[in-house]
């Protein structure tokens, strides 16, 4: 079973651990651009730069999406409200990362839609990127048959896209910045190591231990098997929130495309049922979109333990008033999805919503 | 030169041995393409791998996945059966200091038991095998060193029986076998091929018993399917183990020989369809009852 707790501590940036019940000191600029940042820094623009140095964010949020509708146009419309600066992607290795945690034929919805996976890198690649996908699938050791089920193999087949098995790579050692897990540091496999920017494209859906998973729970999935088993387990036992937090506090150089069309509500993240909100939504901060999520889906994001200490540890805002809204706003998709009826989710609300068994 | 004859030889002209095309030599497609080429009469090149694996032996006997990975340590058991068979073949002790120092790691390893996880289907208190250290025990790393074990004729060993209760505990209500849960917050879980063949060639020869024939059954009907590759030669080794080497397997295989014969695909998947073409006589199934 893994370890749900509430966040104790977080260590700060010199690697003294925090004691408990003290609030992680947040991550600074100067460590930031240290961790790679800078390589992000180029890509976009100068208000964003400033709002990310004020601890602000902004998220795109487009609605009556399809997986057959204009989904390059859409995914573009975000990047540019986002502050990406496409003219600066030209050389710039991407590395796409969809959820394909356990894909099945059968649940399409548990994982990251084709259509998405392509749209997205159609938009870079037409401004000149290099464009990579690359996945480490948390439950299954076989990636081909995550490739098969979740269609997203003849998919990238058909697009001429290179897949990246992330479970096999070479891999680096990165010490743990944020220390909200009592790791010493992570391992990244080569691909994720090498790219100019990861895009982080999760699916939208509920998570019956945590409560919700999207974008940077998502980034679980660039740590390689080889290192950390199927399930990667070693996170578990370290606490899903705290490595959650710590992940993130290392991939520096991330944004985020999320596939809201067809989404999971109840017992996800496998086993939920479908529920459309036919939402897309595009971020430059992995905090700020994930924590709008939270909002649409029915839960109080403060209650959600890994976006409260990513907020504490300085990864981006949380607070509402502290990011921007570019297209829909999030009042006008809310819809609350359904969660198992076990107190630890129920607890999540922000008010009472459909429960089921 | 017939279908497994030109999988050896391309075998026999590689460099190294990795789970991709272009990746680093590692302890699993290593120990997995020692035992086919043992197999087809090249012990010559079969040794030179299994003096890389004696190289990368930590002092405690474990075998770590790569060889500047030293952990995790689940690939001591594979090692230990390569190391094995070419006893078996050979009839010599070039590798047996080797075999039993990964043996006795093997039997000092044990997966974290939780001792109260009522959200959970599984009997967490079962102690089997983990994929890295201070963790929980899983499927695959459990019958993996299962099948390490059998293999030095430790059958009746504790451990050995636990491991076995473990994969017994695990089989889905339905047939076929999850990664390692069966259930979580009441919710049956979703079986997959390879921890399925994984786990059934490990309980070759222990007791019938329906749980084993619903998960052999689930096998059939995914061999039919065409899963991909590396599934697919599991869920071969694991009907082979109990007596299922079926038209159907046959049919898998032609269908797999024909998928590889002009692709740029790992050593690791060479070797497995290799293994599985063996049927009953793979490697990885009679290394655990011939020495018994």
Known sequence: MPNTTSPQSCRDQTGKQATSGQQPTPINRRAWLAAGGTALASLLAAPVLRDMAAMRGSVFIARNQRYDGNLQQTIQDGLVAGGVTLNQLRGKQILLKPNLVEPSRAIPHMTTHPAMIVAAAEVFRRHGAEVQVGEAPGHLRDTDVALQESGVGPALQDAGLEFADLNYQQVVWHRNLAGCSTLRGFYLPQSVQEADLIVSMPKMKTHHWIGMTASMKNLYGVLPGIKYGWPKNVLHHHGISETVTDINAILTKTITIVDGIDCMEGDGPIMGSCKTMGLVLVGTNLLAVDGTLARIMGFEPQHIAYLKMSQSAGLGPLRQRHIRQHGESWRDVMDAFKILNHDHLKSLRTSSGPLVS | ?292
């Open chain 2, 1 to 292: 030169m017939n279908a497994r004859a030109a999988l050896l030889d391309r075998l026999s002209r590689q460099p190294t041995f990795a789970y991709s095309p272009d990746g680093v030599m590692a302890t699993e497609p290593a120990s997995f393409a020692a035992m086919c080429l043992l197999h087809g009469g090249h012990a010559d090149q079969a040794e030179i791998i299994l003096h890389w694996l004696v190289s990368i032996q930590a002092d405690d006997g474990s075998v770590g996945v790569t060889a500047d990975q030293p952990a995790p340590r689940w690939t001591t058991s594979l090692a230990c059966l390569a190391w094995r068979f070419h006893a078996r073949l050979t009839g010599t002790s070039t590798f047996a200091a080797n075999c039993q120092s990964g043996i006795d790691w093997i039997l000092g390893a044990k997966g974290l038991p939780i001792e109260h996880a009522p959200m959970m289907g599984h009997d967490t208190r079962l102690v089997g095998w983990c994929w890295a250290a201070e963790t929980h025990s899983w499927l695959e790393p459990t019958a993996l060193h299962i099948m390490a074990l059998k293999s030095v004729g430790h059958h009746d060993h504790s451990r050995t029986r636990e491991g076995i209760q473990l994969l017994m505990d695990r089989q889905l209500a339905d047939g076929g076998c999850n990664y390692g849960n069966t259930t979580v917050m009441g919710q049956q879980l979703l079986p997959h091929v390879q921890p399925t063949g994984i786990a059934m060639s490990a309980l070759i020869n222990e007791p019938t018993d329906s749980r084993i024939d619903k998960s052999l059954n689930y096998l059939e009907k995914q061999i039919l399917a065409g899963p991909p590759l590396t599934s697919r030669c599991f869920a071969m080794s694991g009907l082979a183990a109990h007596g299922r080497w079926t038209a159907a397997c046959r049919d898998g295989l032609k269908l797999a020989y024909s998928q590889v014969r002009d692709q740029k695909i790992s050593t690791y998947k060479l070797s497995l369809l290799y293994l599985a073409s063996l049927g009953p006589e793979n490697p990885l199934l009679t290394s655990q009852y011939e020495l018994g």
